[in-house]
């Protein structure tokens, strides 16, 4: 006969939970359960193996002999294949849930119970050893129906037993709602309800113990180690509602205490222009009675004071700013000044005149990026004028000056044009972007206003080629090679 496959037995106390005395319960019966089940296997599939093949044994004194095989019908023997892999199904499904725990959460009976499955299975295997097989199927079916339904249970008895956990809870019976919640943890060691409620649960007697003692503690007058204890008790079990009413109540309390000796503060340091501490006075003021209607004017006060100084401070930064001919920060100091007080007078002038230099700035600057643009009519008039412009500034820094002087030289070279030699293989056609069109040849020199430019040469049967080069204004000559060599493949 053919044993089905052993699975391994796993524990039915989830690893890492504290050697309680209910645990070792489980332990032991773990350990009994498996020795158990090795002695059921042995039976199962050895006993009626050896019986099917030896000589019918006489019968016992007070026993009921076993039917021999001649005994049985031939539609037993037909269904005994059948009947081997339902038991084998059955055993199957009682192993797996005892290494589940089933021993522990299926006692109750919830549709059905651990009980009645080992019943009904024990029913079939003995219906199995009398060789009455086509019998035993049924059986079998119906013990492997019932831990079907016993494992099917599992999701109302977690339920259950989250549920008689709080119940436990609620009635400060720590003992009780751990051993309900670590059913549930059998049930489900991942549950966050459970695991939440079992460490609930430990710190019960400490949540018990600390409330006791903040009551102590108010009764002797001293408030602020009643709140104190009823905080820390807050700490230990934050979702333990009858500890937050008290800690609302005596933070009330001190806080009516404590509101005069914020204000006086905050007053104090509005005199010392400490602003900043005297948001943080204030905010303490505020978080006793936060619709007080001195406070409201103390915090205009604050605000008053705040914005001076930063008034100030933006009124330096923009000069300091302009001094180092930073123009654009300037903008930004004096435009924050205004988004203040719009009707500061050194912000709306200062960012005028910086907005100004800004914008000088950033004309001449373009002309300096692109020098090629000045040679053009229309742009070249404009340059000039932003030169004069820029020559009529009193006190230019160094940056204007220099940049000044970059764009008079630009301006000027652009009256001179640069001989430029064009190299190449009298097969590649030459055209200059922009320039114009310059045919086959090998050597030509072509005259340019400075700025930069880019060749093109194109030929039968080969790549184009590209070359961008640049002709500066102090350049004497250029000379540049252009010609395709690279073959377009057929």
């Known amino acids: 006969m053919v044993r089905p496959p052993a699975k391994p037995l796993r524990a039915a106390i989830p690893a890492g939970r504290a050697a309680s005395g209910h645990d070792r319960l489980k332990f032991i019966l773990g350990g009994v359960f498996a020795v158990l089940v090795v002695v059921a296997l042995a039976v199962v599939f050895l006993l009626p193996g050896k019986m099917t093949h030896s000589p019918a044994a006489s019968a016992m004194p007070g026993s009921t002999a076993p039917v021999s095989p001649a005994a049985a019908l031939p539609q037993d023997f037909a269904d005994k294949p059948a009947a081997d892999k339902l038991r084998a199904e059955a055993l199957q499904a009682d192993v797996k849930l005892k290494g589940e725990g089933v021993g522990v959460w299926g006692a109750e ?5 651990l009980a009645s499955a080992e019943a009904r299975l024990k029913s079939a295997n003995e219906l199995y050893d009398q060789k009455k097989f086509t019998a035993s199927l049924a059986a079998f079916r119906e013990s492997i129906e019932l831990y079907g339904r016993l494992e099917a249970s599992k999701p109302e008895r977690l339920r259950r037993a989250v549920q008689a956990g709080r119940t436990a809870y609620d009635a400060f019976d720590a003992a009780r709602a ?12 991942a549950n966050p309800e459970a695991q939440a409620g079992k460490d609930r ?12 003692a903040g009551k102590a503690k108010e009764s002797e007058g001293d408030l602020d180690s009643a709140y104190e204890a009823y905080v820390r008790v807050s700490g230990l079990d934050p979702a333990y509602v009858p500890v937050k009413a008290e800690i609302e109540r005596l933070g009330k309390m001190i806080g009516d205490r404590d509101y005069q000796a914020a204000v006086s503060r905050t007053l104090a340091l509005i005199d010392q222009k400490n602003f900043t501490d005297a948001r943080v006075t204030l905010k303490q003021a505020l978080a006793i009675r936060p619709a007080a209607p001195e406070l409201r004017e103390i915090s205009g006060r604050i605000a008053a004071g705040v914005q001076a100084e930063t008034l100030d401070r933006l009124r330096r930064s923009g000069a300091s700013f302009e001094r180092q001919e930073k123009w654009v920060d300037a903008v930004a100091a004096y435009a924050k000044a205004l988004s203040l007080d719009a009707t500061a007078s050194f912000a709306a002038a200062g960012r005028a005149r910086a907005q100004g230099m800004a914008d000088l700035h950033a004309a001449i600057d373009r002309y300096l990026a692109e020098p090629a643009r000045l040679r053009s009519p229309d742009p070249l008039a404009h340059a000039r004028g932003v030169l004069g412009q820029a020559k009529a500034v009193a006190g230019a820094g160094p940056v204007l000056s220099g940049k000044l002087r970059r764009l008079e030289a630009a301006i000027a070279a652009q009256g001179r044009e640069v001989p430029v030699t064009l190299r190449s293989d009298a097969k590649t056609t030459v055209a200059i972007t922009r320039v114009g069109r310059f045919g086959a040849f090998t050597s030509r020199v072509v005259k340019l206003h400075p700025g930069t430019y880019t060749a093109v040469g194109s030929r039968d049967g080969y790549r184009d080629v590209r070359v961008e080069f640049r002709v500066g204004p102090d350049d004497a000559n250029v000379t540049i090679s252009i010609q395709c060599t690279e073959p377009i493949a057929q």
Request: without cysteine; glycine residues 4%.
């Open 178 to 189: 751990t051993a309900h919640y670590e059913l549930a943890l059998l049930l489900d060691p």
């Open 201 to 212: 649960a430990a710190k019960l007697p400490a949540v018990l113990a600390g409330i006791a």
């Open 109 to 113: 009976k919830v549709d059905t119970d």
